[in-house]
């Protein structure tokens, strides 16, 4: 025979709420008393009362209510069709997402951007000049120029044609994008080089700071230039880097102690 086990405030209740569920009176089933309930002192500590009541018939099986049932599954496969049906949306979606997500903008548009760099480029008088577009990765590219007779004249003196072609094709491609990337315009394997050239004067304007006693400065160079020569004495201790000034004219301290 199955018991079933209400609890409640008192006894009375417990055995009331029980017969209710059941749908059974008093003398169908037998009543045990598994705990009595206490009010407690001034109200603390109170206890509910539990009792368990078990049909006298062998053959009873609970009421139950099919309807509350009924509603329940009805609901749940309400649910679940919902989400079937949701799911091609939500999938569709999320794979419109992930592919935007994944879809590099520069890269998609780099045939306009080296087509438009490369009017100005033969514009200039460099009419045999050829662009190709480069991926560096992490969002840097590179437009290397090449097929040059002059390449000194296109590069300019320290690079400065080169870096205000570098100007124009990132404020070009801002049309395409608002999230981070980096064009550099290169020819010659200027960029390498010119690498090279700062980051060793990097290292000999330290030591003349050191040896003067006081700050060095020098001259202004663009944000890319400037970061090259604060990587270059990162490393080194007692070496202290500081920029100074407005665009264009922003220049570098540098300080060893």
């Not at 590099?104 to 087509?115: G, L, M």
């Not at 300019?156 to 094709?169: D, E, H, I, M, Y």
């Not at 404020?171 to 990337?181: D, L």
Request: charged share 35%.
């Amino acid at each position: 025979m199955e018991k079933y086990v209400y609890v409640a405030q008192n006894v009375d209740e417990a055995i009331k709420k029980g017969l209710e569920d059941l749908k059974l009176k008093e003398e169908q089933v037998k009543i045990e008393v598994e705990e009595a309930g206490s009010s407690g002192l001034f109200g603390l500590f109170k206890k509910e009362a539990r009792v368990s009541l078990t049909p006298l018939d062998n053959e009873y099986k609970k009421i139950v209510d099919f309807k509350t049932e009924k509603n329940v599954v009805e609901e749940a496969i309400q649910k679940e069709k919902i989400v079937e049906e949701s799911a091609p949306v939500v999938k569709e979606k999320q794979n419109k997402e992930k592919v935007e997500k994944k879809e590099d903008r520069i890269v998609a548009n780099k045939e306009s951007i080296t087509k438009y760099m490369t009017k100005i480029v033969h514009s200039m008088g460099f009419d045999t000049a050829i662009l190709q577009f480069e991926e560096e990765g992490n969002k840097n590219y590179t437009l290397r120029i090449t097929n040059v007779d002059n390449t000194s004249l296109l590069i300019g003196k320290r690079g400065n044609t080169l870096n205000s072609l570098q100007v124009l094709a990132n404020n070009y491609a801002k049309k395409f994008t608002k999230h981070y990337y980096r064009i550099n315009v290169d020819c010659d394997e200027y960029r390498d080089s010119r690498k090279e050239t700062l980051e060793e004067l990097a290292l000999n304007m330290a030591k003349k700071s050191k040896k003067l006693g006081q700050p060095v400065q020098l001259e202004p160079m663009t944000s890319s230039e400037r970061k090259i020569i604060h990587n270059a004495l990162s490393d080194i201790q007692n070496v202290e880097t500081e920029s100074h000034g407005k665009e264009p004219y922003r220049y570098l301290v540098i300080t060893a102690k």
